[in-house]
């Protein structure tokens, strides 16, 4: 919070002191927008980083290089802000940048493709997300050898992708190839460990083996939360699949339990329309309809509607999960209109062209 005061100030003073002090300007924003990114302070994280990149083109010599590494960084800071589309917008500029430049064989290059294909799968468009992956694993193979971090996160993703499109063998060969890497490498960093966990944990919440599956989510619960943005956001996720488990198991007062704490989360560093905010309230009403509370189902299951309208658009495939579960508690409730208006809009959504 001194630091962030302090370069306010300083930043104050340059803008009044004109062209001279452009260039140190700049580098001030820059620093400002990663300090707020440290602090888990999105909304000005990304303020201060569109400043720069709004005057970057002023900034003489502003290298190739300078303006990747701002583009990566606006695109890493929307994807855990939960606006997919302006984050591959912003990867695919530092791409080509990159391109350019001639400067494809290194790990900014590897990463910023699997977060091209990540910002796919958070638009549901998985067929393209596991492209972009598939297409890397040769890349890091090639240029980090066998062994590399890359590779391990590649086959963490790879694994997430295939799950959410229900190759659940896939999924299980990739995790199974990312613990033999993890096992390598020893020491881990929490947020590689956190991502690791939760998909083991999903995984196996969908092949129904929940005796694994609360295994590896309490291990991702056990992790000590520390102020990184993805990891922040991972550990939401931890207590969402935790929700989803216990659903499953029928074990409705745990699930509740662990949705109340994703809530919390969520809300303390992201706006109301994060869509994990919109997973969240789609398992409380899938919770509330099994509990016969039907009222608080479709509440819940208009929310996570309401949120996935805004920040997935009409054409993502859970958007079209959570018309039909909120049909399926307006069936419950007694209300067939709505909830033949909702399988309609699920229908419509499924039907449309990804944009």
Known sequence: PKAIEYLLKASQIMVKGGPNLLQLLMSTYNILGNTYWGEEDYRNGILYLSKLEEDITQWTPASKLEVVTLYAGLGAAYNVAGNCRKAIGYHQKALELIKESGTEAGTDYNSIIMNVGWGYYCLGEHSKALEYLKN???????????????????????????????????????????????????????????????????????????????????????????????????????????????????????????????????RERYDDEHPELAVTYDILGMVYDNSKDFSLATSYGKKAVAIAEKSLGPTHPRLMKYYKNLSLSYSHEGDEANAEECLKKANLSKQQPNI
């Not at 550990?235 to 704490?261: D, P």
């Open 136 to 266: 890397i694993e040769l890349v890091i193979k090639k240029t980090l050898g066998d062994g590399s971090e890359e590779l391990f996160n590649l086959y963490c993703f790879l694994a997430l992708a295939n799950t959410e499109n229900g190759d659940h063998a896939t999924s299980l060969e990739n995790l199974m190839a990312a613990d033999k890497l993890k096992d390598k490498k020893g020491k881990m960093r929490s947020e590689e460990l956190l991502f690791f966990y939760n998909n083991f944990g999903v995984l196996y919440t969908n092949l129904s083996n929940f005796p694994k599956a609360i295994e590896y989510l309490t291990l991702a619960e056990n992790i000590p939360k520390k102020a990184s943005g993805f990891e922040h956001l991972e550990k939401t996720v931890t207590f969402n699949y935790f929700g989803l488990l216990y659903h499953r198991m029928g074990e409705y007062k745990k699930a509740l339990e662990y949705l109340s704490k994703a809530e919390i989360m969520i």
